[in-house]
Nanobody
C-alpha cells in the first residue's frame, strides 16, 4: 500500500509561483509512475503532469506547458511540481497520484491506484 501526502499549496497572487511536494511511503518508490492532477470546484479532475519511474519521460497538460515542471527525487521518495506564472484558472485542489510499474508517464486518472488527500492552490487576480 502506497501512502501519499501533498504539501506546498497556498494563496498566491496572479503571476506568482509555488512548489508543491508529495511524499510517498509504503512502496518501492523507484518503480512508481507519478502524476499530478487537479480539480476545481464544479469541474472534473484533470491531468496536470506526469513522470515515469526513472524521470526519463514526462508529460504535461497543454494548459500548463512552459509554466509547470514535474520532477522526482528517488532518494527522498518525493515528487515535486514547480508551478510558475500562476493565473486564477489554476485555482484547484492539486492531487498527487502513483501507479505501479510506471515505465511511461501516464495521463489518465484511471491508471493510478493511489492518491493523496490534495493540497489547495488559490490564485487571486
Amino acid at each position: 500500500q502506497v501512502q501519499l501526502v501533498e504539501s506546498g499549496g497556498g494563496l498566491v497572487q496572479a503571476g506568482g509561483s509555488l512548489r508543491l511536494s508529495c511524499a510517498a511511503s509504503g512502496g518501492i518508490f523507484g518503480l512508481l509512475g507519478l502524476g499530478w492532477f487537479r480539480q476545481a470546484p464544479g469541474k472534473v479532475r484533470e491531468f496536470v503532469a506526469a513522470i515515469s519511474q526513472t524521470g526519463g519521460s514526462t508529460k504535461y497538460a497543454d494548459s500548463v506547458k512552459g509554466r509547470f515542471t514535474i520532477s522526482r527525487d528517488n532518494a527522498r521518495n518525493t515528487v515535486n511540481l514547480q508551478v510558475n506564472s500562476l493565473n486564477p484558472e489554476d485555482t484547484a485542489v492539486y492531487y498527487c497520484a502513483a501507479k505501479l510499474l510506471g515505465t511511461e508517464a501516464a495521463v489518465r486518472p484511471g491508471e493510478y491506484a493511489y492518491w493523496g488527500q490534495g493540497t489547495q492552490v488559490t490564485v487571486s487576480s
